[in-house]
């Protein structure tokens, strides 16, 4: 059902609270049946026809149901009838809570799988961080109504985990939008956050949308469930308050004088719906600061938003020129995490960029290695919004080595053998046919500008790739693009490969000729290829942690928590708390009559957390030991 106006969670909430218990447990079949009702009107006023005698009235205030007395049925039932409620449950929720568009599709989430992800109003940059409730933003204490309001997030997230994805229906996730709400008034926004994320989630689930990712639903489930407890409880230390309670907007200072210098442009889509352009600088000291374009649209916005002019001063240039030229700047603001601010006050002038084999760009390539991943992890585990600017990026020489599959292969001069693969999947964008051509450039030497990938093993997302030298094996890139490629803007020919290959001819192990390996030169290593997925064992527990999101509670008492297996992986911890889950979705309380008593789950709740959490760190501890180079 399309053309319904957006309804606030205490208008859904109002309405379902209303229907008695037999009407409530019918009212996903009954949205069910109301997506195929014929919605007419205007914006102010939408009529939905249940059939020739009744119909449902939804009045909007600036195209939002902000009262249930605005949502009105005919029938004789009304308004405690399904016919209003099923129509409420098909409307968009509305979410007022102040959100800044941060390119959070810069990198994935943690949480995140990998690819763009939502955008998110949690952080811990200086803001508000306690609005209706009173709560302090300065490392005090939390109040009453904020324990209370966190204690109110954990037990709707436990009620969710018990019931899975297949048992989360309409009351549920409304009782989850309404435990957010609450949350958010009083200045919880971090746990707000999330929640409103596994809601879109659960909802995504239910209506069986292509953009639904159980491994996005799990990883926000998780911090939900973490940052609740930690609230509900006698209360964190003083100096963990501020990243556990969040902040509703990061706040821009002021900044003395900037020159910076273009690095690289990034189409973004997101799948809350955003898309644009997002652009990387450097400073002098070789910080790293980003600009911005993003606004709702697709793939088609993040397509044509490189040609946009750059909102920061009136310098006239556009994203993709400003990855080649630079930037002075004078009376400008940014946020902690180095994202530049707009505003009138704000001059820039155009200035002359930098390649990225001179100053100050090129110190980013000459950092170590393994002191890049350990910071691009951190980063990753980090809430978008204060996670620094590119804290998530790495910078990398490689040689490339061939393709495999959809990815290609490249060595380090550390001996690291890397998984390159594509930051964007969407036909519209370049990226899959750029890293295809990478691929056949066997030999090429390049710098690279990718971003980290959590979730595998030694895998990087390639953003922006330059030869290494302007005579060696490599790219021959045209003079305007200023030695390097944007492989989400431009698009690399044939005709730009410059590569050296072994002769045909030349005999190998076995007498079979080598049918164009690469030369390795001297500063590169001679790696074996490794795996881009994960650890079995791991891969094992993960699925027993995501098992219970997709089914909930009954499905792991049921299940077999193959225990023995992870023990004999040597994951010994794994093993035990997998079997402390299993124990804890089996064991209810019965009475002297054999019928289970009250469960509130909170113990299978804390098992499945805390096999979580492991999962999490041992899959990240794994992932840093494969970026690791062989002795």
């Known amino acids: 059902m399309t053309g319904l106006p ?70 004789l039932l009304a308004p405690n009838c399904l016919h209003r409620a099923a129509v409420l449950a098909l409307a968009p929720v509305d979410d007022p809570a102040p959100t800044d568009p941060v390119p959070e599709a810069a990198g994935p989430t943690a949480g995140t799988g990998s690819g763009p992800t939502a955008v998110a109003a949690s952080g811990t940059a200086s803001g508000s961080a306690a609005a209706a409730g009173g709560g302090s933003a300065g490392g005090g204490e939390l109040t009453a109504r904020q324990r209370a309001a966190a204690d109110g997030l954990w037990q709707v997230a436990v009620a969710v985990l018990g019931a899975g994805t297949v048992g989360c229906g309409v009351v549920l996730r409304t009782a989850l939008l309404r435990a957010v709400h609450e949350a958010r008034a009083n200045g919880l926004h971090r746990a707000a956050a999330s929640g409103t994320r596994v809601a879109a989630g659960l909802q995504a689930a239910r209506a069986a949308e292509s953009q639904f990712r159980l491994a996005d639903l799990t990883d926000d489930l998780r911090e939900l469930l973490a940052v609740s407890r930690r609230l509900r409880g006698t209360g964190p230390p003083a100096g963990e308050l501020r990243p556990l309670l969040g902040a509703a907007r990061q706040a821009y200072d002021p900044q003395a004088g900037l020159r910076l210098y273009g690095l690289c442009a990034v189409p973004v889509v997101a799948d809350s719906g955003y898309a644009g352009v997002v652009t990387y600088l450097v400073d002098r000291d070789g910080r790293l600061w980003t600009v911005a374009d993003l606004a709702p ?64 760009l090129v110190g980013l390539w000459a950092q170590p290695l393994a002191d890049q991943v350990r910071r691009a992890l951190a980063a990753s585990a980090q809430p978008v919004p204060e996670r620094p600017v590119g804290a998530d990026l790495l910078f990398l020489t490689v040689r490339v080595q061939g393709a495999q599959e959809n990815a290609v ?71 305007s693009w200023a030695g390097h490629a944007d492989l989400g803007y431009d698009r690399l020919h044939h005709s730009q490969l410059r590569t050296d290959r072994v002769p045909a001819s030349t005999p190998v192990a076995g007498g079979r000729p080598n049918l164009g390996e690469p030369v390795p030169p001297a500063q590169f290593g001679a790696a074996s290829p490794r795996p881009a997925l994960g650890d079995p064992a791991l891969g ?63 113990a299978f709740a804390e098992s499945w957390l805390a096999l979580a959490v492991y999962e999490e760190a041992a899959s990240r501890a794994l992932v840093e030991a494969s970026w690791l180079p062989r002795r």
């Open 6 to 75: 957006a309804v606030t969670a205490p208008v859904l909430a109002e309405a379902l609270d209303a229907l008695p218990a037999r009407l409530r447990r019918k009212v996903d079949d009954a949205a069910a049946r109301a997506s195929d009702w014929p919605v007419a009107g205007t914006a102010g006023a939408v009529t939905v026809r249940v059939d020739d005698a009744t119909t449902v009235t939804l009045v909007a205030v600036d195209g939002v149901v902000r009262a249930a007395a605005d949502a009105r049925c005919s029938c």
């Open 297 to 360: 649209g697709g793939a088609g916005r993040a397509a044509g938003a490189g040609d946009s002019t750059v909102a920061v001063g009136e310098s006239g240039l556009t994203h993709r020129q400003l990855t080649r030229a630079g930037l002075v700047v004078s009376g400008g603001t940014a946020s902690v995490s180095g994202q530049l601010g707009t505003g009138r006050a704000v001059r820039a002038a155009r200035a002359s960029g930098a390649g990225w084999a001179d100053e100050p």
């Open 409 to 479: 292969l490249a060595a380090t001069g550390d001996g690291a053998v890397l998984t390159l693969t594509v930051a964007d999947e969407h036909p519209g964008l370049p990226h899959r046919d750029n890293l295809r051509l990478l691929g056949q450039s066997v030999g090429a030497e390049l710098r690279l500008v990718g971003r980290l990938d959590p979730t595998r093993r030694a895998t990087v997302q390639a953003l922006a790739v330059g030869p290494v030298s302007a005579g060696g094996p490599g790219l021959a890139l045209p003079e």
């Open 540 to 602: 094992l527990l993960r699925r027993q942690v995501e098992r219970v999101v997709s089914g909930g509670r009954a499905v792991q008492a049921l299940a077999d928590s193959t225990e023995r297996e992870l023990r004999r992986a040597r994951l010994d911890v794994g093993g035990y708390l997998v079997g402390a889950m299993s124990g804890a979705a089996r064991n209810r309380a019965r009475d002297a009559f054999g019928r289970v008593t009250d469960d509130d789950g909170q």
